[in-house]
């Protein structure tokens, strides 16, 4: 393989694995907001939160030249992700 190339697949690799566990991360800590809102009877979404999440992430991801619509689509991923797990912890699944 030619070296140039294996850096660089090295490096995403690595990237990656960084993903994997930020990830992992944010989920322990929105599974320790879901059992406080169900423990506070609070609803599992949060509407305004969530678009100002968004706003602030779009903007984020133009400071980052990188593509605020395929930022938001991963970002709605994860909130709607979020949202099932919560939802799944009231027993609303």
Do not use: C, W
């Not at 660089?8 to 879901?34: C, M, P, W």
């Not at 406080?36 to 980052?64: C, F, H, M, N, S």
């Amino acid at each position: 393989m030619d070296e140039t190339l294996r850096r660089y697949r090295e490096s995403i690799d690595n990237i990656d694995a960084a993903l994997v566990f930020l990830l992992a991360e944010r989920f322990k800590v929105t599974q320790a907001v879901g059992a406080y809102k169900a423990q506070a009877e609070l609803p599992p979404a949060d509407p305004d939160r969530e678009a100002k999440q968004i706003t602030r992430l779009r903007r984020l991801a133009v400071d980052a030249h990188l593509d605020p619509d395929f930022t938001e689509k991963f970002l709605r991923f994860i909130i709607d992700e979020v949202i099932r797990h919560h939802e799944r912890m009231r027993g609303n699944d």
